[in-house]
C-alpha cells in the first residue's frame, strides 16, 4: 500500500516535470505575455507542427543558427492537437529537439492571428522575431539557413 | 552607423521589403473583386466550370487537399455544407493546387482515392497549374471563397475559414460560413467577410 502511494508520487512528480521542463501548453493570452515579457536577446519564435512537412524541415536550421548565436533565444510554438500532446513529445525526443516547445492550445485562430503580425495568413510555418526594444519582425513561410542569418543580420543592423 | 555606404544599402534593402510584402498582399482577390472562371478537371474525369452550374446563385470554392490535418477535420464539415446549401443555390467546388511532386499524397489519383473513400457530393478538382490559386490568392489549406452571382459576374464576397473550432464542431461559437450565406440568401452584405485561420501551407511547384 505505502509502495503504491510512492509510486503515484513518483509518476505524478516524473509526468509532471516531464510536462513542465519539455512541454508547456498554453493559450494565446500567456503566449503573448511572453511576447510583451522583455529580453535582452533577439527572440525567435516559430510557428510549427509535428504533420508540417516544411516546418520539420527546416527546423535543424533554426537550432543551429540558435546554438552557434547566444543574442538569440529560440521557441518553437507547436500548432499540434492540445488533446494529443504525446505526439509533440515524442517528436522532441526523437529528433532531439533542444529548444523549448510551447504547445498552443487556442483554435479560435481569427481571434489571435493578427496580434502575432497582421500580415500572417495562418499558413505554417511562419516566425515572429521580437527584438530587444520590443519591436517585431516577422516572416511566413519556410526559411533555409542562409535566409534565416540574413534575416538576422538585417535585424541586428537594425538594432545598432 | 559608421560605414554610411552599409547604412544607404540597409534602408534600400528595407525599402524592397516592403514593396515585396505590399506586392505579396495586393496579389489575389479581396472581397468584392470578380472572381474568373476556370476549368478543372474533376476526381470522375470530367472538367468543371463556374457556368456549368446554370441554376447556381453562387459558390463555395474551397481550396483543400488530401494530406492537410485540417483538412480532414473539416471534410465532414464540407459534405455537410454541401449537402445543406447546394439545393440552395450554393454548392461546394474543393479545388487541390497541391503539387504532386513536392507532396506525392496530393497526387490525381490520390484525390480519386480520397474523394471515392469520403463519397465526396462534390466535385474535387485538380488544379495542377496552380494558376486558379494564384488567380485567388489562397495561401492554405482550407481556405474558403464564397462567390455571389450578380448578373454575369461572381462575385467574391467571403474568404477565410469554415468556422472557428477545426476540431470540436459542436464547439463552434462562429460558423462563419454558414453565418455569411444566411446573410446573402437574404440579400445582406455580409457582416464578418474576412476571417483568418492556422492551416497548411500550400506545396508551390518549385
Same mark, same amino acid.
Given at each position: 500500500?505505502?509502495?503504491?502511494?510512492?509510486?503515484?508520487?513518483?509518476?505524478?512528480?516524473?509526468?509532471?516535470?516531464?510536462? *513542465?521542463?519539455?512541454?508547456?501548453?498554453?493559450?494565446?493570452?500567456?503566449?503573448?505575455?511572453?511576447?510583451?515579457?522583455?529580453?535582452?536577446?533577439?527572440?525567435?519564435?516559430?510557428?510549427?507542427?509535428?504533420?508540417?512537412?516544411?516546418?520539420?524541415?527546416?527546423?535543424?536550421?533554426?537550432? *543551429?543558427?540558435? %546554438? $552557434?548565436?547566444?543574442?538569440?533565444?529560440?521557441?518553437?510554438?507547436?500548432?499540434?492537437?492540445?488533446?494529443?500532446?504525446?505526439?509533440?513529445?515524442?517528436?522532441?525526443? *526523437?529528433?532531439?529537439?533542444?529548444?523549448?516547445?510551447?504547445?498552443?492550445?487556442?483554435?479560435?485562430?481569427?481571434?489571435?492571428?493578427?496580434?502575432?503580425?497582421?500580415?500572417?495568413?495562418?499558413?505554417?510555418? %511562419?516566425?515572429?522575431?521580437?527584438?530587444?526594444?520590443?519591436?517585431?519582425?516577422?516572416?511566413?513561410? $519556410?526559411?533555409?539557413?542562409?535566409?534565416?542569418?540574413?534575416?538576422?543580420?538585417?535585424?541586428?543592423?537594425?538594432?545598432? | 552607423?559608421?560605414?554610411?555606404?552599409?547604412?544607404?544599402?540597409?534602408?534600400? +534593402?528595407?525599402?524592397?521589403?516592403?514593396?515585396?510584402?505590399?506586392?505579396?498582399?495586393?496579389?489575389?482577390?479581396? !472581397?468584392?473583386?470578380?472572381?474568373?472562371?476556370?476549368? +478543372?478537371?474533376?476526381?470522375?474525369?470530367?472538367?468543371?466550370?463556374?457556368?456549368? /452550374?446554370?441554376?447556381?446563385?453562387?459558390?463555395?470554392?474551397?481550396?483543400?487537399?488530401?494530406?492537410?490535418?485540417?483538412? !480532414?477535420?473539416?471534410?465532414?464539415?464540407?459534405?455537410? +455544407?454541401?449537402?445543406?446549401?447546394?439545393?440552395?443555390?450554393?454548392?461546394?467546388?474543393?479545388?487541390?493546387?497541391?503539387?504532386?511532386?513536392?507532396?506525392?499524397?496530393?497526387?490525381?489519383?490520390?484525390?480519386?482515392?480520397?474523394?471515392?473513400?469520403?463519397?465526396?457530393?462534390?466535385? /474535387?478538382?485538380?488544379?495542377?497549374?496552380?494558376?486558379?490559386?494564384?488567380?485567388?490568392?489562397?495561401?492554405?489549406?482550407?481556405?474558403?471563397?464564397? @462567390?455571389?452571382?450578380?448578373?454575369?459576374?461572381? !462575385?467574391?464576397?467571403?474568404?477565410?475559414?469554415?468556422?472557428?473550432? /477545426?476540431?470540436?464542431?459542436?464547439? !463552434?461559437?462562429?460558423?462563419?460560413?454558414?453565418?455569411? @450565406?444566411?446573410? +446573402?440568401?437574404?440579400?445582406?452584405?455580409?457582416?464578418?467577410?474576412?476571417?483568418?485561420?492556422?492551416?497548411?501551407?500550400?506545396?508551390?511547384?518549385?
Amino acid at each position: 500500500m505505502k509502495s503504491n502511494v510512492l509510486l503515484i508520487f513518483v509518476c505524478f512528480f516524473v509526468t509532471n516535470s516531464y510536462t *513542465k521542463d519539455e512541454l508547456r501548453i498554453v493559450d494565446f493570452d500567456e503566449l503573448e505575455g511572453e511576447f510583451k515579457t522583455p529580453s535582452d536577446k533577439i527572440r525567435i519564435y516559430n510557428f510549427w507542427a509535428t504533420w508540417c512537412a516544411p516546418c520539420i524541415k527546416e527546423m535543424p536550421h533554426f537550432e *543551429k543558427v540558435n %546554438a $552557434e548565436d547566444p543574442e538569440l533565444d529560440l521557441y518553437f510554438i507547436s500548432m499540434d492537437d492540445g488533446r494529443k500532446p504525446e505526439r509533440v513529445t515524442g517528436f522532441i525526443e *526523437k529528433r532531439s529537439i533542444k529548444s523549448p516547445v510551447i504547445l498552443l492550445d487556442d483554435v479560435d485562430f481569427d481571434r489571435w492571428i493578427d496580434k502575432v503580425d497582421p500580415s500572417w495568413s495562418g499558413a505554417i510555418p %511562419a516566425t515572429l522575431f521580437i527584438l530587444p526594444d520590443g519591436s517585431k519582425s516577422f516572416h511566413e513561410g $519556410e526559411m533555409d539557413e542562409s535566409e534565416l542569418l540574413e534575416k538576422i543580420n538585417q535585424l541586428k543592423t537594425k538594432l545598432r | 552607423m559608421k560605414n554610411s555606404k552599409g547604412f544607404y544599402f540597409s534602408i534600400v +534593402l528595407s525599402g524592397l521589403f516592403a514593396l515585396s510584402a505590399m506586392a505579396q498582399e495586393s496579389t489575389g482577390y479581396k !472581397v468584392g473583386d470578380k472572381a474568373a472562371d476556370f476549368s +478543372l478537371k474533376d476526381v470522375r474525369g470530367e472538367m468543371v466550370s463556374l457556368s456549368n /452550374y446554370e441554376d447556381a446563385k453562387g459558390f463555395l470554392v474551397i481550396f483543400s487537399c488530401n494530406t492537410c490535418p485540417y483538412v !480532414v477535420a473539416y471534410e465532414d464539415r464540407m459534405i455537410e +455544407l454541401h449537402e445543406k446549401y447546394a439545393e440552395k443555390g450554393y454548392p461546394v467546388i474543393a479545388i487541390n493546387s497541391n503539387d504532386d511532386k513536392v507532396s506525392p499524397g496530393d497526387s490525381f489519383e490520390k484525390m480519386q482515392e480520397r474523394a471515392k473513400a469520403k463519397n465526396f457530393p462534390f466535385p /474535387y478538382v485538380y488544379d495542377k497549374s496552380q494558376e486558379v490559386i494564384k488567380t485567388y490568392g489562397a495561401t492554405r489549406t482550407p481556405h474558403v471563397y464564397i @462567390l455571389n452571382k450578380s448578373g454575369e459576374d461572381y !462575385v467574391v464576397e467571403y474568404i477565410g475559414a469554415i468556422d472557428n473550432n /477545426y476540431q470540436v464542431p459542436s464547439a !463552434v461559437t462562429e460558423p462563419y460560413v454558414e453565418k455569411a @450565406l444566411a446573410e +446573402l440568401m437574404d440579400g445582406k452584405k455580409v457582416s464578418r467577410n474576412s476571417t483568418k485561420a492556422i492551416g497548411c501551407t500550400i506545396k508551390w511547384t518549385r
